[in-house]
Each structure stands twice: as C-alpha cells, then as structure tokens.
C-alpha cells in the first residue's frame, strides 16, 4: 500500500476535500481518482481480497464523503481517510 504523495499532490487532495466541503460537487472526481484505490488496498490488505474488503472500502469513501464537513482542514485527508477505512475493517 503506498500513501506516499509528493507535497504538491497532498496539498491539492486537501484542496479537494475542502471544495467539496464547500459543497464544490466537482472536487468529487479528483478525490475519488485518488483516494478509491488507496482505500480499496488498505482494505484487502487489512480483509483480503473479496466482497468484505469491497464493501469496507465503498462504506469507508462513502464515509468519507458524507463527512466532509467534518473534515479537519488543518489536517491532511489521507489519515483521515484511511482511519474511517479501519474502523470499517474493524
């Protein structure tokens, strides 16, 4: 699973995550191209491949999206995200 971005990349998935918080609805397409796969492999890492992992991982961005209100904007997407991953591994 690699969540290494270069800064550039972090700082426009951020960019994202606060347009849609905004209620920005074209800052969707950009933070699904890049959180979907991140997401979908942490969880067949964490359940392995299979429907559990997939539906861990379609809860855990849908998850991501209803809440991106509750996004921190002083803290970076990617952790975020991948802890609402987790607790749907859980």
Known sequence: ???????????ALD???ARLADGDRSAFRHLF???WP??????Q????EGAD?????QEALEK???RATDSDR???VVPWALALAAWECA
């Open 45 to 48: 890492r964490s359940l392995g």
């Open 74 to 76: 002083a803290r970076p």
């Open 53 to 57: 992992a997939d539906d861990a991982a």
């Open 38 to 43: 991140m997401i979908h492999a942490f969880c």
């Open 33 to 35: 191209s890049v959180l």
């Open 64 to 66: 991501v999206f209803a």
């Open 1 to 11: 699973l690699s969540t290494s971005m270069d800064k550039d990349a972090r700082a």
């Open 15 to 17: 960019a994202a995550m």
